[in-house]
T-cell receptor, first 114, second 110 residues
Framework: DAGVIQSPRHEVTEMGQEVTLRCKPISGHDYLFWYRQTMMRGLELLIYFNNNVPIDDSGMPEDRFSAKMPNASFSTLKIQPSEPRDSAVYFC????????????FGPGTRLTVL | DAKTTQPPSMDCAEGRAANLPCNHSTISGNEYVYWYRQIHSQGPQYIIHGLKNNETNEMASLIITEDRKSSTLILPHATLRDTAVYYCIVSYNQGGKLIFGQGTELSVKP
């Protein structure tokens, strides 16, 4: 298996622009998670899905952030409009059915908002 | 979710065992102990988890005290590639979330 795939690996954009991050989970995994990592706040859970349905989005910082999972093999995290404080590494992870905690992480997307 | 306490950093000589401690005195009966690590510029990597019994896999061993208030992750023969931040997390296996703390930065030295 190729593992969790994220794209792009690096994204540089200007403040106010829309940013879309993409994730393909491991086949057969029913849970998908989006995390954000910064030096100041460490690794934070933003939202997670079970069987394509958002279960807990309490970590989403504000309305500028939205996440979707249209099917079992694809998810997006969108930031509109982006701000410099959104600069971070965004990780996607997936886990097997019934196992919320044994997660496999992707390589991350490093986002820089100028 | 229960909180964990880990030393911020540790050193280990290459080839020796690395023993990483974790305190989780408020762990509840159904919470598991999970260990992840994050090598620089990579995503976190699952290592091992356990509930009550000691566990071993190809990567590491997990020793959980009888009262479950602390645990130790053991890398039996540390290599330079084991240099990473190691996170100890307690969580329910079903319905729980991973809350990453600050972890222990392990430096394996030649």
């Amino acid at each position: 298996d190729a593992g969790v795939i994220q794209s792009p690996r690096h994204e540089v954009t200007e403040m106010g622009q829309e940013v879309t991050l993409r994730c393909k989970p491991i086949s057969g995994h029913d849970y998908l998670f989006w995390y954000r990592q910064t030096m100041m706040r460490g690794l934070e859970l933003l939202i997670y899905f079970n069987n394509n349905v958002p279960i807990d989005d309490s970590g989403m910082p504000e309305d500028r952030f939205s996440a979707k999972m249209p099917n079992a093999s694809f998810s997006t995290l969108k930031i509109q409009p982006s701000e410099p404080r959104d600069s971070a590494v965004y990780f996607c992870a997936s886990s097997l059915r019934w196992s919320l905690s044994e997660q496999f992480f992707g390589p991350g997307t490093r986002l820089t908002v100028l | 979710d229960a909180k964990t306490t880990q030393p911020p950093s540790m050193d280990c000589a290459e080839g020796r065992a690395a023993n990483l401690p974790c305190n989780h005195s408020t762990i509840s009966g159904n919470e598991y102990v999970y260990w992840y690590r994050q090598i620089h510029s990579q995503g976190p990597q699952y290592i091992i988890h356990g509930l009550k019994n000691n566990e071993t896999n190809e990567m590491a061993s997990l020793i959980i005290t009888e009262d479950r208030k602390s645990s130790t992750l053991i890398l039996p023969h540390a290599t330079l590639r084991d240099t990473a931040v190691y996170y100890c997390i307690v969580s329910y296996n079903q319905g729980g979330k991973l809350i990453f703390g600050q972890g222990t930065e392990l430096s394996v030295k030649p």
